[in-house]
């Protein structure tokens, strides 16, 4: 880091990282910290980029014209009305600072060969796809004029009033911290304060807030030495979220010192995050931990979970990779008998390619192995196929006429060999093709959901009734976790 330290009038933050979680109770003067701090930037614009997120956020996700014309005449409105936390319109200014972010990164793209070249990278893919993994029942899409809320159950375009508080939170969280990394100054040390970014926020919401967060930072890690996220925050889901990366710092606000020192995140607090992390305990409501490999599959079984109405009682545990997931079992297996009177907790790992080779159950741990490549894969099954209104059959013919439409796509020889695999890859990995499919058959949501929904919508019927899905994900561990509390 360039910069070790940020002064305010009277705050002073030590140690600086590239993300600092300021931690203390309430009264203590977070928020004063932060203000005082962005304060102190404002009046030094040669060499400091500040942008404040106050914690009172209120309005709602769509553009108004009064805040615009306010934004433009006035550069110094919008510090102003958000200095005081009370911020009426601030979702209707986080909706003009998104449209002004889309801007901004289409002049990058046009101005970057890189990235321009690259045929992965766009705004859908590197903006709103961001803000959509904070989303489980609606998506954000680019309308015609404007972006538009879009029902990921029925289709239907929703009023930006008429989606959840939550949902709206995140939304406007997310627009706030996609700006500040797209109006990035390099020339200048850039300052981004959220002030109690999980208020209104469910735990799930929190910790995936933290996740775009350190996205972001690796998008833009070459502007890592001048850039500085300080976080005042009572979270443990969003603290644990983040706390497993080699950005992160803590520190402790207390009433009567504004100097805070911050330190690097302890591989202890880094171990202990995910089990800890959120606050519903199975103690509490019976949820057990289930460990998985990656993001993708947290984000399945979070929307399974939701799907079933509560019938599948797990918590995804991220591990970022086999290692860690091996740790995090061993870990789980020390702490799970003195904790709870009656301990469950599960592990699923991906298939790999790896066929009728059952991983030991080390109890009260059980561990499984998908009887697929990687839980992907199930997009292919007839359930998942079911859920995007569509057949195998029908997806071949799509599949045929999208093939010879589109003769030059990078993944076309890969459809052409998958639709006429018997086994429909099962056993082989189709990551680059998994969103193309839900493409092919004209099914909007994003592939995550589409295989969420179909495990939160099994039945115990379905163990005996030649359930494909319930093939590739092995009966077993269907029976043990999707069922586990069924009479």
């Known amino acids: 880091m360039k910069v070790q330290e940020l002064r305010g009038a009277t705050a002073h933050l030590i140690g600086l990282n590239n993300i600092n979680v300021i931690m203390g109770r309430n009264g203590a003067g977070k928020s004063r910290l932060l203000r005082d701090i ?29 805040v615009l014309t306010q934004i433009n005449n006035s550069p110094g409105w919008l510090r102003q009305v958000r200095s005081a936390n009370q911020a009426n319109n601030f979702k209707a200014a986080s909706a003009t600072l998104f449209r002004e972010a889309e801007t901004l990164y289409l002049r990058r793209l046009a101005g970057t060969p890189e990235i321009r070249m690259d045929p992965t990278r766009n705004f859908e893919a590197d903006r709103l796809s961001k803000i959509n993994r904070l989303l489980t029942n609606i998506s954000l899409e680019m309308g015609s004029t404007d972006f538009e809320f879009r029902s990921l159950f029925d289709g239907k375009i929703l009023n930006s009033d008429q989606i959840s508080s939550g949902e709206s939170e995140a939304v406007a969280l997310a627009s706030e911290i996609l700006y500040f990394f797209d109006t990035i100054d390099p020339a200048k040390f850039n300052v981004l304060l959220l002030d109690e970014p999980d208020v209104h926020l469910h735990p799930d919401l929190q910790g995936r807030l933290g996740k ?42 207390n009433f009567t010192v504004d100097s805070i020192k911050l ?27 289930l460990i998985l490999e990656g993001e993708d599959d947290e984000r399945v079984w979070q929307q399974a979970a939701r799907t079933s109405r509560g019938r599948i009682k797990v918590f995804p545990v991220l591990a970022c990779s086999v290692d860690q997931q091996t740790e995090l079992e061993k870990f789980c297996l020390g702490i799970l008998n003195t904790l709870y009177d009656e301990p469950v907790a599960f592990s699923l790992r991906d298939g790999d390619g790896v066929v ?49 439409n589109d003769p030059n796509h990078r993944d076309v020889d890969l459809i052409k060999e998958l639709i006429v ?24 949501k994003p592939w995550e959901v589409v295989v969420g929904q179909a495990i939160g919508n099994l039945n115990k019927e379905d163990l005996s009734n030649n359930n494909m899905l319930v093939y590739f994900l092995g009966n077993d561990m269907v029976e043990d976790i999707i069922f586990r509390n069924s009479e």
């Open 212 to 253: 775009l967060i350190i996205s972001m930072l690796d998008e833009f890690k070459e502007h890592a030495d001048s850039i500085a996220i300080c976080i005042a925050t009572h979270s443990s889901p969003l603290i644990c979220s983040l706390a497993d990366s080699k950005y992160v710092s803590i520190g402790t606000k």
């Open 356 to 404: 009728n080779e059952p991983l030991e159950h080390n109890l009260p741990l059980k561990r499984y192995r998908l009887h697929c490549y990687a839980i992907e894969n199930t997009l292919l099954s007839d359930p998942c196929l079911s859920v995007m209104k569509t057949t195998w059959d029908e997806f071949v013919a799509a599949a045929k006429v999208w093939a010879k």
């Open 263 to 289: 330190a690097p995140a302890s591989e202890e607090l880094r171990k202990v995050a995910p089990f800890f992390g959120h606050p519903l305990s199975l103690s509490l409501n019976q949820d057990a931990a």
């Open 38 to 66: 962005e304060e102190s930037s404002s009046r030094q614009e040669q060499d400091f980029y500040a942008h404040y997120v106050s914690p009172e956020r209120a309005g709602t996700f769509k553009r108004d014209g009064n």
């Open 421 to 444: 695999d018997k086994d429909r890859f099962r056993h082989k990995k189709i990551k680059k093709i998994r969103q193309l499919v839900c493409s092919i058959s004209n099914c909007k």
